[in-house]
């Protein structure tokens, strides 16, 4: 026999036919899972309940008649507890067939509290009290063990009801005058009956709305993490796009750069000096905007160390001023510095000095006219220095304020001006924020112009450490170098460059011919691209020829970006230089080798940190 379960039941209308099916079988699953549940906690206090009456009914009639009744209840209940706890993992079993049997057994445990009504002739109304209230709070109870559905509590409660009011109707106690409120107490269990229908129709309501918002929940929740997965990916394949287009671009970039930086050390005509100087202006503009793509990278790949130290800011703003000034000058812009002697702050000055250099590179950019202003003021709790870069340029709509720190992202920029950069700037800065554990901060609207604040930790300035001695220009001792590139045009534009400072150069495009050039000449010092062919790298060349020249100085210099190439360099421990390298920081960043290797000896250790690009 087939049942119509769930009929006149709401449920939240679904938008196909076979939708609707779907959710009423995941309402069902999670009815069967409830009932079979409740089927093995019910037992215990129905059966005490029944005990109950069983004594009762023994002392006015057959003890055998009462105690076989109750033994049949032992052994509806037992047949519950069997077989509801194995409902919902019956999955051999169609679904409406398992929620037949847990209607088929409610009915049949409905008939049996029912046919406890035949004690009912024997009992005094005092007895026939009590036994009403029993079974009226098992049909009470029996709403939240089936969760109200209707044919499961139904097939329990009117057996139980009805036969309840019809005792009531139809047996009297001997003598008593009052049968007429026999009548209505039996017309109120009917009644009563009916109340716990509304309640039970409520309650599956609620019970079905709960497992379809949990479902929906769960589907909610599903499709976050696949977004989320997707977000990564595509954060994963444009961290790769980017780096290997940076690679494949700073190749080139870094030839010229080298080649630019050996014709300046010839001799040149006029015209000819103006030219090489444009040349390598457009190198430095070109490096800039690459280095950026480098700074997204290196933050992704987490090897960006912090090194906080105490340092006082007039002076270090006062060097920034200096370096923007032409810059400002050029656009007819007053950059005007307002910072107290005494203000002093902790915190890494490299990286701090990357976001202040971001945003005051974004003011001069974004100002067409007034002036741009590096601002420092104490904070309102006394233990913070507010450091402000303020602009009177065209100002930031509200609705793009969070905007503009989105990547590649420029307000008033369609045509991509690239004297406007590449978009990158405060996308940097709110990395290098989060990695300081910095406040920034944005007041802007338009034609009023800009100000980002940041506030940075203040200190004693008694606590400045005096400042290093200026490093010397760059130039190199008699040396001879290795250098090991795949790429012929970066070797040859090394070899020029180096040749011009008075080194003697071996070039080798691998790192087996690197080997066999210095077993008849020994490298003072080894540069060596990071990315060979062949599956061979520089890291691997280092231990190479490492194991032969004990302590041999090198330096990795690659144009690779990638977050996990770059984590191989740091975990190595030693210094990498980003094409396209600037003479002055190659020079300089060998002079560190070489003068690592000096104070070291034959058992140097690996450079870190060295004069490497910070961010």
């Known amino acids: 026999m087939h049942l119509q379960r769930g009929s006149g039941q709401a449920l939240p209308p679904p938008a196909m036919a076979g939708e609707r099916s779907a959710e009423q079988a995941s309402v069902e699953l999670e009815l069967l899972r409830l ?27 057959s003890p055998w008649l009462a105690y076989g009744w109750l033994a049949a209840v032992f052994a509806v209940l037992g047949l519950r507890w069997a077989v509801l706890g194995r409902l919902p993992e019956m999955h051999a079993r169609p679904l409406e067939q398992r929620l037949d049997w ?46 109200g559905h209707r044919i499961v509590f139904q097939a329990f409660l009117w057996p139980v009801t009805l036969s309840n009011a019809a005792a009531w109707g139809l047996f009297h106690e001997p003598g008593s005058q009052q049968r007429w409120l026999a009548w209505v107490l039996a017309a109120l269990i009917v009644f009563f009956g009916v109340i716990l229908t509304g309640l039970a129709r409520d309650t599956y309501r609620v019970f079905a709305e709960s497992v379809l918002i949990r479902l929906q929940q769960n589907k909610s ?23 290997s287009a940076s690679h494949d671009l700073r190749q080139p970039m870094h030839t010229l750069s080298l080649f630019g930086a050996a014709l300046d050390k010839r001799p040149l005509d006029d015209e000819g000096r103006v030219i090489v100087t444009q040349m390598n202006l457009a190198l430095q503009s070109l490096s800039s905007q690459m280095d950026a793509l480098l700074d997204i990278s ?32 050029r656009k007819h812009l007053m950059l005007r510095l ?12 490299v990286l701090l000095e990357r976001v202040v250099r971001n945003l005051i590179d974004n003011a001069l950019k974004y100002t067409m006219r007034g002036e741009v202003a590096i601002e420092v003021h104490r904070g309102q709790d006394e233990e913070v220095w507010r450091l402000s870069v303020r602009d009177t340029g065209m100002g930031i709509p509200e609705h793009e304020q969070q905007r503009i720190f989105e990547e590649f992202y420029q307000v008033g920029n ?40 940041l506030n940075v930790t203040a200190a004693d300035i008694a606590q400045v450490r005096p400042g290093a001695a200026p490093r010397p220009g760059p130039s190199l001792p008699p040396i001879r170098v290795l250098v090991i590139d795949d790429e012929e045009p970066v070797r040859i534009a090394m ?7 008075g080194c003697q150069v071996l070039l080798a495009g691998s790192m087996r011919e690197g080997l066999l050039k210095s077993m008849g000449q020994q490298p003072d010092l080894l540069l060596t691209d990071l990315r060979l062919r062949g599956g061979e790298d520089g890291i691997s060349a280092v231990r190479s020829l490492r194991s032969a020249f004990p302590g041999l100085p090198a330096l990795i210099i690659s144009g690779d970006t990638a977050p996990e190439r770059l984590r191989e360099a740091h975990d190595a421990g030693l210094t990498l230089l980003h094409k396209p390298v600037t003479e002055e920081l190659l020079i300089n960043a060998m002079q560190a080798a070489l003068a690592e290797y000096r104070r070291e000896g034959a058992d140097v250790t690996p450079v870190r940190g060295g004069a490497a690009s910070p961010v």
């Not at 046919?115 to 007895?127: E, G, K, R, T, V």
């Not at 997707?230 to 780096?243: C, D, P, V």
């Not at 130290?309 to 032409?326: G, S, Y």
């Open 338 to 349: 307002d910072c107290p002697p005494e203000a002093c702050v902790e915190s890494d000055p």
């Open 414 to 453: 369609p045509e991509r001006d690239r004297a406007k950069g590449l978009g990158l700037g405060l996308s940097i800065v709110t990395r290098l924020v989060d990695l300081l554990d910095l406040h920034l901060a944005l007041r802007s609207a338009p034609g009023q112009g800009s100000s980002f604040m």
């Open 221 to 243: 929740n599903q499709q976050l993490r696949q977004a989320l997965s997707q977000a990564e990916s595509a954060m994963a394949a444009k961290t790769r796009f980017l780096a």
């Open 102 to 147: 847990a209607v088929w057994l409610s009915l049949l445990n409905g008939l049996v509290f029912s046919a406890s009504l035949i004690a009912a002739p024997h009992l005094n109304d005092f007895q026939r009290t009590v036994q009403t209230i029993v079974l009226l709070g098992l049909c009470a109870g029996a709403v939240a063990t089936t969760a």
């Open 298 to 329: 290196k933050l992704d790949a987490n090897v960006v160390p912090v090194n906080n130290q105490v340092f006082a800011l007039q002076p270090w703003l006062a060097r920034l001023q200096r370096e923007f000034q032409p810059a400002a000058l």
């Open 35 to 61: 009932i079979g549940k409740q089927g093995r906690r019910v037992p215990y206090p129905v059966s005490i309940a029944a005990l109950m009456m069983a004594v009762m009914a023994a002392s006015v009639m």
């Open 495 to 501: 070899h020029a460059l180096l040749s011009a400072h």
